[in-house]
C-alpha cells in the first residue's frame, strides 16, 4: 500500500519570502505521479504541479517547483515570492501509473501554510 | 470544459436518515472518484468507477454506503441511515482516460448529520 506523509502540519512565511514544504511517500511501485494539490478555505481543491517519476527533471509552475528525490522518496514544494492568496491547505498526493483498479490518488494529512503581510 | 459539478453543496440530515449526493464528472472524463474529508484532514478514497465499472471500493466504505454510475457518466452517492460519524465533506472528482493522471475535483458536498 502507498502511504504518504507531511510531517509539517504548519507553517507559516512572510509575503515575497520562500517556502519549502516537505513530503515524503513509500511505495513499491516504480512508476507513478505525484502532486501537490492546494485547498483554499473555499475547499476547492487545486491542482498545483504534478511530476511523472520517470522524469528526473523537477517540475515547476511559475513560482511553485519541486525537488523529487525518488531514491529517497521525496518530494517537497518550494513556493517563492510567496503571496497572501497562497494561504491554504497544501496536500501531497499520490497516484500509481496504470488503467486497472488499484489506481487512485492517496493523500498525506496536508500542511497549512498561512502567507504573513 | 465547465468543471466537476457536485449537488447539492451542503445537506443537513437527521440521524437515522438516508442521503444521496449526485455528481457530473467533466465531459468525456471516463474515470470518477469519490473522496470523503474530514476538516484538517486529507481527503480519504472510498471509490473509483472506470465508465460504469466500480473498480475499488475502500474499506472505509461500509455497507450502508453505496455509489453507482449506470451510464458511465454522472455518479450517485447514496448513505443509508446516517450516522453523526458520517458528518464529513463528500468530495468528486475525474480524470481522462490515460496518460493524463490527475484529477479534478468539484466543490464536494459537506454533509452534517445532527
Known amino acids: 500500500a502507498q502511504t504518504v506523509t507531511q510531517s509539517q502540519p504548519e507553517m507559516s512565511v512572510q509575503e515575497a519570502e520562500t517556502v519549502t514544504l516537505s513530503c515524503t511517500y513509500d511505495t513499491s511501485e516504480s512508476n507513478y505521479y505525484l502532486f501537490w494539490y492546494k485547498q483554499p478555505p473555499s475547499r476547492q481543491m487545486i491542482l498545483v504541479i504534478r511530476q511523472e517519476a520517470y522524469k528526473q527533471q523537477n517540475a515547476t509552475e511559475n513560482r511553485f517547483s519541486v525537488n523529487f528525490q525518488k531514491a529517497a522518496k521525496s518530494f517537497s514544494l518550494k513556493i517563492s515570492d510567496s503571496q497572501l492568496g497562497d494561504t491554504a491547505m497544501y496536500f501531497c498526493?499520490?497516484?500509481?501509473?496504470?488503467?486497472?483498479?488499484?489506481?487512485?490518488?492517496?493523500f498525506g494529512a496536508g500542511t497549512r501554510l498561512t502567507v504573513k503581510p | 470544459d465547465t468543471g466537476v459539478s457536485q449537488d447539492p453543496r451542503h445537506k443537513i440530515t437527521k440521524r437515522g436518515q438516508n442521503v444521496t449526493f449526485r455528481c457530473d464528472p467533466i465531459s468525456e472524463h471516463n474515470r470518477l472518484y469519490w473522496y470523503r474529508q474530514t476538516l484538517g484532514q486529507g481527503p480519504e478514497f472510498l471509490t473509483y468507477?472506470?465508465?460504469?465499472?466500480?473498480?475499488?471500493k475502500s474499506r472505509l466504505l461500509s455497507d450502508r454506503f453505496s455509489a453507482e454510475r449506470p451510464k458511465g457518466s454522472f455518479s450517485t452517492l447514496e448513505i443509508q441511515r446516517t450516522e453523526q460519524g458520517d458528518s464529513a465533506m463528500y468530495l468528486c472528482?475525474?480524470?481522462?482516460?490515460?496518460?493524463?493522471?490527475?484529477?479534478?475535483f468539484g466543490s464536494g458536498t459537506q454533509l452534517s448529520v445532527l
Open positions: 498526493a499520490f497516484m500509481k501509473h496504470g488503467r486497472g483498479d488499484n489506481n487512485d490518488m492517496r
Open positions: 468507477f472506470q465508465n460504469e465499472a466500480q473498480l475499488e
Open positions: 472528482a475525474s480524470s481522462p482516460r490515460t496518460g493524463v493522471e490527475k484529477l479534478f
